[in-house]
Every structure is written in structure tokens, then in C-alpha cells.
């Protein structure tokens, strides 16, 4: 059965493009047939992310009823399928997203899991991923205006009985200024299920058009990543020993050379 997994917030800029279209990335490493599709209808960026170029059908005529699935489906290199959203103000104007469920369900089609780039803000088309996704990832930062925000996307997912799966913490630095993760489950009032660190080869990433996770694959928040996309699926993802252990290990020789 497929399952649609919504990566939601109350803030914009906290990572759920970034998060989203890595974790797709993710799963499909782990054979798991993904679709991403971008629900942000105003401020629609996953195709940056993923390296998109324009695209002549998106989900914004999905759910006008102007496409078939297979029109607006982009078939990332990874395998990943992509539903971008359209870029121009007329896309949005026209455009309204309660049908959003439905269109969602008519894509179910043989993929394990559709994942939702959420919609900045909490508005008609937030409210309409929310109710579109069998299951939700809320993205926030260590600090409290992101987890404040976050906290009403958590009533509303309350609200329309969408399971939550946790929390996830990201630009997280573990740093004396920012919100401990003991804090932020208190404010929030569900498990943090991961944390991602702040890293500072996101941006590249974004200016490659490659996920981090293809970008730097052996980043720390690559990773995490990778951890919690094993999470969602029951696997135990380790990072691969090297990995863990050649900052220590250099430091030793280092050290011991020195
Ligand atoms: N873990 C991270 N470390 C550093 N920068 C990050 C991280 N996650 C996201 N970013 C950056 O934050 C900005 C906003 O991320 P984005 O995924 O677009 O947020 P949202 O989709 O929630 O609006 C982007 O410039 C992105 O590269
Ligand atoms: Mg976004």
C-alpha cells in the first residue's frame, strides 16, 4: 500500500524542500519506488532542488484537471518520480487546491511511498496537504519562532486526524542559543525522530541542483538523513565505518605523525 508522507511546518525556510527531496532521494537508494510531488503552490521551488527544468505540465494542472499524471511526471535520473509545481502567477491564480486529495489518490499507482513538499505557511494549501497525507513529518528549527509556527501545524494536523510521525529538528548545531531537543519535544509535544545538522554544503547543493545526499554523500546531515529515511521504512541505517571514524582516526595519526 502506498503511503503519503506529508513534510510539513509552520515557518518557511526550515528545510522541508531540502528534507523532502533528499529523503526521496534516500528512500529510493533503499528501493523504495518514491514519488515527490511539490504541494507549495504559491512559493514552488522543489524543482531547483532536484534540477528540473521547466516543465510544460506540473501539479498546479493536475489539480485543474488540464493533465494526465503521466504529463506532469518527471523522471529524476535517480528513478525518483517528481511532480514539480508550475512557476507563473497565472499557475496560482487559477488554481485551487481543494481537491488536492483526490488528485493525490489518482497517483497512488504502484508507488511505495509520495512524499509532499509542503506549502510555505499554513493557508488553503497547507491545510490541504495536511489533510492529503496519511501521515506527516513536521519540520522546525532549534528556535522558538520556528516551533511555535510548527506547533499550529501540529493542531491542524491534530484536527484532521493525520498521524503524526515525529519531528524533525533541522539546522540543528547543538549550540548553547539554540532550543535543546528535550525542549523542543516538551513545546511540541511529540518525539524528535531526527535531528540534521546545519551544513554549510547545503547551498552548493542547491547551486549543483543535487540533493545533498547525491551531493556529499558522506556528510554528516547526509547521514541523518539517510537514518531517517531508513526510520520510516524499519531499517537501521549505520553510516559505513569509514565514514564514522576517519575524522577520529585522522586526528589520532594526526597526532601521532605530529
Ligand atoms: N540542514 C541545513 N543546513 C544548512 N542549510 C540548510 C539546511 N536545511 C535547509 N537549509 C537551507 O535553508 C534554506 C531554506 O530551505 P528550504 O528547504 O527551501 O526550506 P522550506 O522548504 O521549509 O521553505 C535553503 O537555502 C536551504 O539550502
Ligand atoms: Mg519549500
Known amino acids: 500500500m502506498t503511503r503519503v508522507i506529508g513534510v510539513v511546518s509552520g515557518k518557511g525556510g526550515v528545510g522541508k524542500t531540502t528534507i523532502a527531496s533528499n529523503l526521496a532521494l534516500a528512500l529510493n537508494e533503499f528501493n523504495k519506488r518514491v514519488m515527490i510531488i511539490d504541494t507549495n503552490l504559491t512559493t514552488p521551488n522543489l524543482g531547483f532542488h532536484m534540477g528540473i527544468p521547466l516543465y510544460p505540465k506540473t501539479f498546479h494542472d493536475l489539480l485543474r484537471g488540464e493533465a494526465y499524471p503521466e504529463e506532469a511526471t518527471y523522471i529524476h ?49 497547507g491545510m490541504a496537504g495536511i489533510k492529503a497525507s496519511d501521515e506527516l513529518l513536521i519540520v522546525t528549527n532549534p528556535e522558538l519562532p520556528a516551533v511555535t509556527d510548527a506547533l499550529k501545524a501540529v493542531k491542524l494536523a491534530e484536527e484532521t486526524g493525520t498521524h503524526i510521525l515525529g519531528v524533525v529538528l533541522n539546522k540543528h548545531n547543538n549550540v548553547s542559543s539554540e532550543l535543546t531537543v528535550s525542549e523542543v519535544e516538551a513545546l511540541m509535544g511529540y518525539p524528535v525522530i531526527s535531528t540534521i545538522s546545519g551544513d554549510n554544503q547545503m547551498q552548493a547543493s542547491l547551486a549543483a541542483k543535487t540533493p545533498l545526499i547525491s551531493y556529499k554523500p558522506n556528510s554528516q546531515a547526509s547521514h541523518e538523513i539517510k537514518k531517517l529515511a531508513g526510520n520510516l521504512i524499519g531499517i537501521d541505517y549505520q553510516p559505513p565505518v569509514q565514514a564514522r571514524t576517519t575524522g577520529f582516526f585522522s586526528k589520532i595519526f594526526g597526532f601521532l605523525k605530529s
Not at 509545481?85 to 481537491?99: E, H, Q, V, Y
Not at 512524499?115 to 510555505?120: I, N, R, V
Open 77 to 125: 535520473p535517480s528513478g525518483v518520480h517528481v511532480i514539480p509545481a508550475g512557476i507563473s502567477l497565472n499557475d496560482l491564480k487559477k488554481t485551487d487546491p481543494k481537491n488536492m486529495d483526490n488528485v493525490i489518490l489518482d497517483l497512488v499507482g504502484d508507488h511505495d511511498i509520495i512524499l509532499l513538499d509542503g506549502a510555505a505557511g499554513l493557508g488553503k494549501e
